[in-house]
């Protein structure tokens, strides 16, 4: 008879809660008794009657998309009790606009180097300055241009882009506006 008892172990929740595990218990298939921390975290920030509420007004196929939710967010919630997962998500969304800042001014530069790169047949006219008259390579290169002064893109005089950039904060989406386009 002791190995029956072990055969139908409570769920994670029915143990939590100190409750008889019935057949029918609506929370057995989503917290297995190997995942006690689960329930306990989903049980700490929503409550275990919130969660019954929710399971029950859920159809099936839902339940455990919405279990796996709540339990990623409960867990997020202990970890970060004022931020919870949104702090994960402003985190990753930061850096990824910053990844994209880097991977822009990368382009740019790309854009810059191919352009500077094509060989030209003409001399330089007399009486040109020094700087037009060194190859792509020898030119001095003006940082504080290419990145601008809040880190953006490099763009050349006289070169649009046909494009706006996420962090363009100018209406008229034209691209020569706002966005650290690098004039100083």
């Known amino acids: ?4 008892s072990s ?3 409570p769920c994670a929740a029915c143990k939590f809660l100190r409750r008889k595990c019935m057949p029918g218990c609506i929370f057995a298939p989503y917290f297995p008794p190997e995942e006690p ?5 989903v049980h700490k920030i929503f409550g275990a009657s919130n969660v019954t509420k929710l399971l029950n007004e859920l159809l099936p196929h839902q339940r455990e998309d919405a279990v796996n939710s709540l339990a990623y ?10 931020y919870g997962c949104v702090g994960a998500i402003s985190f990753l969304q930061r850096q990824v606009q910053r990844l994209q800042k880097e991977l822009d001014a990368a382009n740019s530069d790309l854009v ?3 352009c500077n790169e094509i060989p030209t047949a003409l001399p330089a006219p007399p ?7 060194m190859t792509p390579r020898q030119r001095p290169v003006d940082y504080n241009r290419r990145m601008g002064s ?3 893109y490099y763009q050349a005089p006289g070169m649009t882009v046909p494009y706006t950039f996420p962090w363009n904060d100018n209406p008229s989406g034209d691209a020569n506006g706002g966005g650290g386009e690098g004039n100083m």
């Open 1 to 4: 008879m002791a190995s029956s």
């Open 7 to 9: 055969y139908n172990s």
């Open 37 to 41: 921390q689960k329930f306990a975290n």
């Open 73 to 82: 967010e409960a867990e997020a919630r202990v970890r970060d009790p004022v």
């Open 112 to 114: 810059r180097f191919a």
């Open 127 to 133: 009486g040109a300055s020094s700087i037009q008259s």
């Open 150 to 152: 809040e880190g953006g």
